[in-house]
Structure formats: structure tokens, C-alpha cells
């Protein structure tokens, strides 16, 4: 399994959103590393769900329920898209300000290519933000 971190401003889409949906479409990426980040998810992936702009953190998990897509917001399909399901929303965001402040996550895809929407997550970044929530 592999691990990923997909960013959403929630004015646009946000993790309430996709709970109310139930399942969503994550398209609209029109990065290369970010989509080919799309390209290389499988079923059962999982990924945080961050609010981008407002709030700036982590909110919640999502799992990959559909991978291998055409975006269908793109007219000539050479961007991708992947359908997502939420898992469970975490127990207290973790923030930007948190993630940045801490030497454990200095490394992450999240501090160092900030601009990157779709971004992946080690399994040891991954652990460590759980603890993180759930503490």
C-alpha cells in the first residue's frame, strides 16, 4: 500500500463534502508530478485529505476506491483522476505550522514542494502524523 496526501481549498471541496458524497472524483490537477502521483495510485491506497488556503491541515483519511482514470474535466483526457471514499476523519487536524515546526517531518513532500497538490507520504510519515491526530 502507498501512501499520499491530496490537498482541497474547502471553500471548493472540502472533507465534509466528500462525506456527504459519499465518494468523489479528484480531478482538476494540471501538474505533471501531481498527476502522475494520480497515475501511480492503486485501490486501497490511502491519503490524508489537507484543506488547502483555509485551515492549512490535515483533516481526514481517504482511501483510493477507483484508480486509472481520465479526468473528465479534461476535454482532450491526458490529464488523470482517481475516485476516492472516506475512511474516517482524524481526531484533531494536524496543521501545516505543526508539520513544519517538526524536525521528524522535514522531509516531507508537503514542506519541501509545498505547492504540489497531490504529494506522496512515506509510511513513516504516514505513522507519524497518525500519532500525531491521535494523541
Given at each position: 500500500?502507498?501512501?499520499?496526501?491530496?490537498?482541497?481549498?474547502?471553500?471548493?471541496?472540502?472533507?465534509?463534502?466528500?462525506?456527504?458524497?459519499?465518494?468523489?472524483?479528484?480531478?482538476?490537477?494540471r501538474?505533471h508530478?501531481?498527476?502522475?502521483?494520480?497515475?501511480?495510485?492503486?485501490?486501497?491506497?490511502?491519503?490524508?485529505?489537507?484543506?488547502?488556503?483555509?485551515?492549512k491541515?490535515?483533516?481526514?483519511?481517504?482511501?483510493?476506491?477507483?484508480?486509472?482514470?481520465?479526468?473528465p474535466?479534461?476535454?482532450?483526457g491526458?490529464?488523470?483522476?482517481?475516485?476516492?471514499?472516506?475512511?474516517r476523519?482524524?481526531?484533531?487536524?494536524v496543521?501545516?505550522k505543526?508539520?513544519?515546526?517538526?524536525?521528524?517531518?522535514?522531509?516531507m513532500e508537503?514542506?519541501?514542494?509545498?505547492r504540489?497538490?497531490?504529494?506522496?507520504?512515506?509510511?513513516?510519515?504516514?505513522?507519524?502524523?497518525?500519532?500525531?491526530?491521535?494523541?
Amino acid at each position: 500500500m502507498a501512501y499520499w496526501l491530496m490537498k482541497s481549498e474547502p471553500d471548493a471541496y472540502s472533507w465534509d463534502d466528500l462525506v456527504a458524497e459519499g465518494e468523489g472524483t479528484w480531478d482538476g490537477v494540471r501538474n505533471h508530478r501531481a498527476a502522475n502521483n494520480l497515475r501511480a495510485m492503486q485501490v486501497g491506497d490511502e491519503a490524508f485529505f489537507y484543506h488547502s488556503n483555509i485551515g492549512k491541515e490535515i483533516v481526514g483519511v481517504v482511501t483510493i476506491s477507483q484508480s486509472g482514470l481520465a479526468d473528465p474535466s479534461d476535454p482532450e483526457g491526458k490529464w488523470a483522476a482517481v475516485k476516492v471514499k472516506p475512511v474516517r476523519k482524524l481526531e484533531r487536524p494536524v496543521t501545516l505550522k505543526e508539520i513544519k515546526a517538526d524536525p521528524e517531518l522535514a522531509d516531507m513532500e508537503l514542506v519541501k514542494l509545498s505547492r504540489l497538490s497531490v504529494a506522496a507520504v512515506t509510511p513513516q510519515e504516514w505513522a507519524y502524523i497518525l500519532s500525531i491526530a491521535e494523541a
